[in-house]
């Protein structure tokens, strides 16, 4: 079993700045590609940034320059940190890991599938 745990959300005015963390656990045997995506009311969910195993990294247009996606694979852990923040910012960031995992007692090692974090509000709002 996997978890994908966010933190880092909540209220900022502005241009102001926040940092999201996601960190995974469980019986992972490898990690692919993690990223951010992000859904605001009424509209669908939209990948942020994503980072490959390797550091190449990938950005929406909008949030090149302001945002800069992470990770530290020993810790299973991805970044994201937003600067100059803006009101259109305001959504639920989801984490996303395409991730295999292991049954360490049968050996089997299972394909990579796409695993997602519960979501954490992020609101930029004077």
């Known amino acids: 079993q996997v978890q994908l745990v966010e933190s880092g959300g909540g209220l900022v005015q502005p241009g102001g700045s926040l940092r999201l963390s996601c960190a995974a656990s469980?019986?992972?045997?490898?990690?692919?590609?993690m990223g951010w995506y992000r859904q605001a009311p009424g509209k669908e969910r939209e990948l942020v940034a994503a980072i490959t195993s390797g550091g190449n990294t990938n950005y929406a247009d909008s949030v090149k320059g302001r945002f800069t996606i992470s990770r530290d694979n020993a810790k299973n852990t991805v970044y994201l940190q937003m600067n100059s923040l803006k009101p259109e910012d305001t959504a639920v960031y989801y984490c996303?890991?395409?991730?295999?995992?292991?049954?360490?007692?049968?050996?089997?090692?299972?394909?990579?599938?796409?695993?997602w974090g519960q979501g954490t509000q992020v609101t930029v709002s004077s």
């Open positions: 996303n890991a395409e991730l295999a995992t292991i049954a360490q007692a049968m050996g089997i090692i299972y394909r990579p599938t796409d695993y």
């Open positions: 469980g019986s992972i045997f490898s990690i692919n590609a």
